[in-house]
């Protein structure tokens, strides 16, 4: 069923709505209808607004016999999938409270609400409903920018500083966008396909500035020549354009710019096997 968009005022807009969607939900003139977005590029309607009755996920996590990787994977799982109540117990509490404490740190919104020496109890404090995973990601593609710009400074042979803090700012937005689109896809909140790519988006952007991490480490070394180092520096020109680039396309939902950054990437590829040969 189609509607007519009818400009009203300066500002708004209106569209009529079917007499039986009316006649169904009871409603009079005066009466307030509820919308919202679905992140789709869609407006869902509806008679009022529902009110999500919010019940604590809790999960207990034992941790006697377990080390640092093991505490972080529980840890991480449990933060990922929504519990928003973490209680940690066992004989080895006190042993593990800092460890315990420097993970939940790293994840947004996690705090120690209540600790003895038998239990330490964590509280995600975050509203889920207000998580835009579409935010988060412009967030991390600002942070990964500053991070290359700090790559070409490295290869130039500058100082460059806050790369580990950096590190970990991407990480804890990459967490936080991954727990909302999980949650969306439970509750059915977008296209579900759609929240699949913008999920492999997201663990796509944090493997790469890892990838730019350890590139800057190997650009530090000073055995490299002014030659090699001016070809790197071609590279990394062309590298940044082309992430810049293929960002805009995600968002624009570019197709066209996305074929042409295909036959770029080819080129740029050249570029590094080319280098890799001559050395």
């Known amino acids: 069923d189609y509607r007519k968009l009818i400009k009203f005022g300066e500002s708004s807009h209106v569209i009529s709505l079917p007499t039986s969607w009316i006649k169904k939900n009871n409603l009079k003139k005066g009466d307030h209808i509820y919308f919202e977005e679905n992140g789709n590029k869609e407006l869902l309607i509806s008679p009022v607004k529902k009110e999500k009755e919010k019940v604590d996920k809790k999960i207990v996590i034992g941790v006697d016999g377990k080390g640092r990787k093991q505490l972080i994977r529980e840890i991480v799982n449990a933060y990922l999938n929504n519990f928003n109540i973490i209680k940690f117990e066992g004989n080895e509490i006190a042993k593990k409270s800092e460890i315990i404490r420097d993970i939940t740190q790293n994840l947004v919104a996690l ?122 520096s071609k590279i990394l020109t062309a590298g940044n354009e082309f992430y810049v680039e293929t960002i805009k396309a995600y968002h624009t939902h570019n197709k066209q710019l996305t074929f042409e950054l295909t036959h770029k990437k080819d080129e740029l590829l050249d570029m590094c096997s080319g280098l890799l040969d001559d050395n």
């Not at 350890?214 to 070394?221: E, F």
Request: no cysteine.
């Open 111 to 232: 705090q120690t609400i209540e600790q003895t020496n038998n239990y330490i109890l964590v509280k995600d404090f975050l509203d889920i409903d207000t998580t835009s995973a579409d935010n988060l990601i412009r967030k991390i593609d600002l942070i990964i920018r500053v991070i290359l710009i700090d790559m070409v400074s490295v290869l130039e042979g500058k100082e460059v500083g806050g790369l580990e803090q950096k590190e970990k700012d991407i990480n804890k937005l990459a967490f936080l966008a991954e727990k909302g689109i999980r949650y969306s896809i439970v509750n059915g909140r977008e296209n579900p396909m759609e929240l699949v790519a913008k999920l492999h988006l997201v663990n796509t952007l944090e493997s790469f500035a890892d990838e730019v991490k350890r590139l800057i480490r190997t650009l530090k070394d000073e055995r490299i020549n002014k030659s090699i180092r001016s070809r790197i």
